[in-house]
């Protein structure tokens, strides 16, 4: 059978959630991706962070015994600077609202960086930075008011920390949308810029992305018009992927990245016309979900396959209710999904 991995040609993947968490790699990405490479399969990192350069981001990787250069690294501050270089002429000026990584990729595409005065700027570009303050967001407030083109790297609201999900990019870009009553082009995930950019790098289009956000990985390999892997290492919960809107359902599933190395059969989440599952038989009655075991070998991500190709054909949202025997019961649990038993007679 075919792997998954077998049937790509290169991979776009996400960082934290994906393939480390914090200081810590997660546990078979870096023999997965060993293996990737050793198939010829190209790879590229893909992060929303704008406030690391591309070598910082690689010497990381590389301290995780992943292999990594940084031309393997796709950032939105990249994205967001090309973007911006095709909205202005060389040397036009720009209001840099992040870190000083933003600025370099502003000044790489031949653009003047400003970092103190916003005054007749030709743009303002905004990434995160745990330095941006009131002065800093008045100063783009009024380039932007007065007309300048304004792109934000991300609209992520959060931040994964050690200490939990802290106020994002996003939550920056917000404050100055309500006071400019103006939105931004948006050039990270899950828009397109930042994905074209990392297809360009990878010198295909026939690329999986893997990553663990619904609303960010996903989403944007949807918008991109790419095939997407969901990891369950990360943010995106299983209750979460069963609920998942249609503009941020995966094509394939898997507890975590060494999934690649499973065959397509195991990690495609299958749709109605395909052959019954060897395990379980899920039902869909009105808007609850019926599971009966059929044999107990079957893995919790597996079930959690079945339940979404059973329920995403003709519904939207969350179940009502999921009923199912004890076997059925115990994985659910796993899962985090609730769960009843089911009535007998």
Not at 157 to 173: F, K
């Amino acid at each position: 059978m075919t792997a998954l991995l077998d049937s790509i040609d290169a991979l776009l993947l996400d960082l934290d959630g994906t393939v480390y968490h914090g200081e810590q790699v997660i546990a078979g990405a870096a023999d997965t991706l060993d293996e990737a490479r050793t198939r010829g399969r190209a790879i590229q990192f893909v992060t929303n962070n704008a406030s690391r350069a591309p070598e910082d981001v690689a010497r990381q990787l590389t301290g995780l015994r992943i292999t990594a250069r940084p031309e393997d690294v796709s950032t939105s501050a990249q994205a967001a600077a090309a973007l911006l270089r095709t909205r202005l002429t060389e040397g036009d000026t720009v209001y840099v609202l992040g870190a000083e990584a933003l600025a370099a990729e502003v000044r790489d595409q031949g653009l003047r960086p400003m970092t103190s005065k916003a005054d007749q700027v030709a743009a303002v570009v905004q990434g995160f930075s745990p330095t941006i303050g009131w002065p800093q967001l008045a100063e783009a407030c009024m380039a932007i008011r007065t007309g300048a083109s304004w792109v934000a790297c991300n609209g992520d609201v959060t931040l994964p920390t050690e200490r939990g999900m802290l106020p994002g990019n996003g939550a920056l870009v917000a404050a100055l949308a309500a006071a400019t009553d103006r939105t931004p082009t948006v050039a990270g995930k899950p828009e397109r810029p930042l994905f074209e950019q990392a297809l360009a790098a990878s010198g295909t289009r026939h690329a999986l992305v893997v990553g663990d956000r619904l609303d960010t990985d996903i989403a944007g390999a949807r918008n991109a018009g790419l095939t997407s892997l969901a990891v369950l290492s990360g943010v995106s919960s299983p209750r979460d992927i069963l609920a998942a809107p249609p503009a941020q359902r995966p094509d394939h599933l898997s507890t975590d990245i060494s999934g690649l190395l499973l065959p397509i059969e195991q990690t495609r989440i299958p749709s109605e016309q395909s052959s019954p599952d060897p395990f379980w038989e899920v039902q869909l009655a009105g808007t609850t979900l019926r599971v009966e075991t059929k044999a107990a070998e079957g893995a919790p991500v597996d079930l959690l396959r079945m339940l979404c190709a059973a329920w995403w054909p003709h519904r939207a949202g969350a179940p009502d209710a999921i009923t199912g025997d004890r076997q059925a019961l115990s994985l659910l649990t796993t899962l985090g999904i609730p769960a009843t038993p089911a009535s007998r007679g």
